[in-house]
């Protein structure tokens, strides 16, 4: 089995900084895609950014040049670094991974959300 578990959500003030952190542990034995999906109040989880294993990266237009997204292969971890937080990036944040296991297929896994707050 794969577990996906996220750390990082907080409260904080417009205009600051949260780094999100989400490590893989289990049944690894390759990460293809791995990124991050947020969830507002009413609104649809929708994607926020993302790392493919081969270096590129996605983002939603709605960040981009703000957040950053990086990972650690050796750690199995991805990392979302996120300035000049606004109220609208108020959200649960999930962790996302295609992840082939030891059988040998992919999977999509999911974190169990952290939340972010962004309110003075």
């Known amino acids: 089995q794969v577990q996906l578990v996220e750390s990082g959500g907080d409260l904080v003030q417009p205009g600051g900084s949260l780094r999100l952190s989400c490590e893989a542990s289990?049944?690894?034995?390759?990460?293809?895609?791995m990124g991050w999906y947020r969830q507002a109040p009413g609104k649809e989880r929708a994607l926020v950014a993302q790392m493919f294993s081969d270096g590129s990266r996605n983002y939603a237009d709605s960040v981009k040049g703000r957040f950053t997204v990086s990972r650690d292969n050796v750690k199995n971890t991805v990392y979302l670094q996120m300035n000049s937080l606004n109220s609208e990036d108020t959200a649960v944040y999930y962790c996302n991974a295609l992840i082939r296991g030891f059988d040998r297929s992919y999977a999509n896994y999911w974190g169990q959300g952290t939340q972010v707050t962004v309110s003075s």
């Open positions: 289990g049944s690894v034995v390759n990460i293809n895609v």
